[in-house]
Nanobody, 130 residues
Framework: QLQLVESGGGLVQPGGSLRLSCAAS????????IGWFRQAPGKEREGVAC????????NSTGSVKGRFTISRDNAKNTGYLQMNSLKPEDTAVYYC???????????????????????WGKGTLVTVSS
């Protein structure tokens, strides 16, 4: 069974840190871009960060630049999102997703576009509150 499972969410005080993990089973994550997304209550799901298959290309949304770091360990079939200096507005369910970066997509759409992801996890809740 192909699946992604997120872990590492929880309650943290403002200014604190969390490290989210995204473990793949049933397929090799090493052939996919990995994206992290989040959805806050009453809001649409948004992209947070993306990392290429090799790991040499990353990008993140402006509100988390300098605070969140995306990484991957293909040998462990796992992706990560290190979140530092957390703010209350970071509160959301965080999802990881995997994208098969096919030639058809390259040059046509950005990596880790919401509509382009092939597999999704069920999410992990991050709550930033004092």
């Amino acid at each position: 069974q192909l699946q992604l499972v997120e872990s590492g969410g929880g309650l943290v005080q403002p200014g604190g840190s969390l490290r989210l993990s995204c473990a793949a089973s049933g397929f090799s994550l090493g052939y996919y871009n990995i994206g992290w997304f989040r959805q806050a209550p009453g809001k649409e799901r948004e992209g947070v960060a993306c990392i290429s298959i090799s790991g040499d290309s990353t990008n993140s949304t402006g509100s988390v630049k300098g605070r969140f770091t995306i990484s991957r360990d293909n040998a462990k079939n796992t992706g990560y999102l290190q979140m530092n200096s957390l703010k209350p507005e970071d509160t959301a369910v965080y999802y990881c997703a995997a994208e098969s970066w096919t030639p058809k997509k390259q040059g046509v759409q950005p990596m880790c576009a919401l509509y382009g992801m092939d597999y999704w996890g069920k999410g992990t809740l991050v709550t930033v509150s004092s």
